[in-house]
């Protein structure tokens, strides 16, 4: 390449560089970008496993929250763009690594305990699973902004109908002036409803012609047969052909790469429907006419004398959402109302909507120069309100109606405390969960799905992936026994016991443990029979389910003289006074069958 000069000075060319944390190379592979990752994430959790013991330290809990909330956050930062590694079976080995090194530090197991049974037992999803949700849920926080329109990248300018413009002129070859007059000039990205879906040959020369090497774009807006005409065209005025690989090959190519791509592909994969959500771009409201009591915020107490005291609430109940409002005029009660909310929506967004149906009322009944106090029991519906910036389409339509009402009234906005006896509040509360109960259809002003709701949907689908390909394993046989599936309850309730106690737990449900079923596949000379009743293979399944010499603590802890794990609707605390009792426990406990 052409040296390059700076003030002066000369420019040198590197493989890699690093922009805002993410390691770029020169093929845009991101494979040094994740090894650097992988490497640094391993280094944390062995400095976190060197300061504690197999059975000392941190508890369980405390470890798997030092991993998801600290390691893995940092192994995942900007996974939107460097996802598509993780299809890589030398990459998936490498962060399955990572997933065992930290699994390992909860407890001493043995050295074949299989990883994926671990995670199901701890409740931490494979890592390249773990980092597609991830990318897939930036990718849908990002998607409705203005710079994730589906819109062509910076490269690929964007694309205007020659009939919309006639000036830009007939066909012509570019030249070093032109080309150079072309890029010069700032690249301006239109939203996607300005963006037509087909593109002049003019601009597809001057766009390829224009590079150096082939680029794989995101999202062009050339389809192949335009290319092959234009190509036509080139051969018919004579003109020469773009630099590089053929046009065809590389636009073909274009379609099948770029980050956005993979996500959206993932997203098609696994079934996923996009939809609409409450988040749009920020908007900035740095003065406004309404205020906020601030010193409410510490006493929560409602405001006395009044013209209009309206206080509002928002519920859930049972999965189902209700959102109301009641109006105190001149202290006295006048009027309430109640909606019935879309599941999907969350308390925070029935908070805003009471208020928002609570200033459309206003509005509607033409008050001027009246003393209006909206009583809240949200503060977080207060902070986002009173915020000068907005990323909540709801939150940004109350603001527009308050400031209305503000603009012949005066408005304040008071915090209340919820449940202490307040009239307006507990009416308010009543209004609100009458309304959760209410059969009405659904008005189309009810807030959309809110951000967060669509990552739990999705992070809930990855969950469903999980699940089947954790029943698909052929291996871990003995964990499926007992965790068919995952279960967040029971992995909670295992990792909130101590570290002896839950490396019993661990090597009983895995089956690799030191009874002689297990210990004879690793030691010949050792007899598999069960040392209780002499009759089958010393396994976690014959001694919690099957084994007659251990009938009476069964039948007294389990509820059953004999079981079938695969249905047994089993707890912890079940389980370990099962063991206590039968002094199963001296043959999981390590210190014991070491010594």
Known sequence: PRNLKMNGENLTFSQQVKYLGITLDAKLSMKPHVETKIKAAKAHALKIKSAMGQLWGINPYLMKWAFTGIIRPALTYGSITWAKTVQQEGIKRSLTRVNRLALLSMGKFRRSTPTAGLEIICDIMPLHLFIMAEASSAYLRTKGTSLYREVPTARFPAVVNEAEEPNRGALEAPTANNERQAWSQPTIIRPSWECPRTATTQQILRDLNGSQQDLFYENPNYEVSQVRQTQAGLRAASLPAPRGRSVVKALSKAKNFGH????????????????????????????????????????????????????????????????????????????????????????????IYAIKKAAEWLLQQEYSWKTIVVHIDSQAAIMALVSTTYTSTSVYETNLLLERVNKDNFLKLRWVKAHVGHEGNELADEVAKDGALLNDEILEDSPKLSYNGLRKQLMERHYAIWKIQWTDRPDCRQTKLWLPEPNRKLSRDILRLDRKTLSIIVQLITGHNYMNYHQAKTDPSVDPECRFCLEDDESSQHIVAECPALSYARITHLGSTFLELKTLDWSVKQVISFLRESHIDRLLDPIACDG
Request: proline share 4%.
């Open 260 to 351: 956005r791509y993979v996500i959206r592909k993932h997203l098609e994969e696994i079934q996923f429907e996009d939809t609409d959500t409450d988040r749009m771009d920020p908007v900035r409201v740095p003065g406004k006419g309404y205020h906020l009591y601030s010193s409410s915020l510490n006493k929560g107490k409602p405001c006395r004398n009044v013209d209009l005291a309206i206080y509002t609430d928002g519920s859930k109940i049972d999965g189902k959402v209700g959102s109301g409002y009641c109006v105190f005029r001149d202290n006295k009660y006048y009027t309430k109302r109640n909606y019935h909310l879309p599941d999907t929506a969350t308390v925070f967004q029935a908070e």
